[in-house]
């Protein structure tokens, strides 16, 4: 039963267009929701986050955006670069000490030069 | 520089054998994770300590045992009960498990491949 879902398996976009990668989530639980970038045999890298009490967080390039009562989260780039060409992990976790993160399947972006 | 190391990057072993993934963080973060990772899946967590000389069972434990000796090593150890060890193996670690401290942070991931 997967709680957290990423829908796509993979985007391709121009070169300075936008990219927006989706993510789904059924856990009403769910309290916070991070990004995470990965190349190929290397572990992922934290990208950005927001809480649930925010519907939008930005840091340069990259947006995250969270629809609570949709239970979707998106995470836009702006504008592509090849160099973001990777897979993409959309992560959750819930409230407590033992709260623990749940990882979606990942999306594979290819920015096109 | 800070950091999780894991070691080596690649690793063959023969079916039947126990293998032990290492994984070394001087961050000084209290809590530290395990995932495998399959193709097309994503991350799935094996085990987690939240401090030292104590750890739980994540979502696929069977198979795998791990200890928390110190608070920068978290070691793995595949048993030859896990029936498809073939897999990418990720450590990670938190600085803490209060809500101020969401962020995990990976190391570059072992790669075994059971013959």
């Known amino acids: 039963d997967q709680q957290v879902k990423q829908n796509s398996p993979s985007l391709s976009v121009q070169e300075g267009r936008i990219s927006i990668l989706n993510c789904d989530y059924t856990n009403s639980m769910f309290d916070y929701f991070l990004w995470y970038k990965k190349y190929p045999a290397e572990g992922p890298t934290f990208l950005i986050s927001i809480s649930s009490i925010k519907d939008k967080n930005e840091d340069g390039r990259f947006t995250v955006f969270l629809n609570k009562s949709a239970k979707h989260l998106s995470l836009h780039i702006v504008p592509s670069q090849p160099g973001d060409s990777a897979v993409y992990f959309c992560a959750a976790m819930g409230l407590g000490a033992n709260s623990k993160l749940t990882f979606g399947k990942g999306i594979t972006l290819s920015v096109r030069p | 520089d800070g950091g999780i190391t894991q070691s080596p990057k690649y690793l063959f072993r023969k079916e039947g054998q126990n293998v032990t993934l290492s994984c070394e963080q001087n961050l000084n973060h209290d809590a530290m994770y395990w995932y495998r990772q399959d193709p097309g899946q994503g991350l799935r967590l094996i085990y987690y300590?939240?401090?030292?000389?104590?750890?739980q069972k994540g979502d696929i434990a069977e198979g795998y045992s791990v200890s928390r000796e110190k608070k920068e090593s978290f070691p793995l150890t595949v048993t030859s009960a896990q029936k498809n060890p073939t897999a990418f193996y990720l450590c990670?670690?938190?600085?803490?498990?209060?809500?101020?401290?969401?962020?995990?942070?990976f190391g570059p991931g072992t790669r075994l491949t059971v013959l």
């Open positions: 990670a670690s938190r600085k803490g498990t209060s809500g101020n401290y969401n962020e995990q942070f």
């Open positions: 300590s939240q401090i030292v000389n104590d750890f």
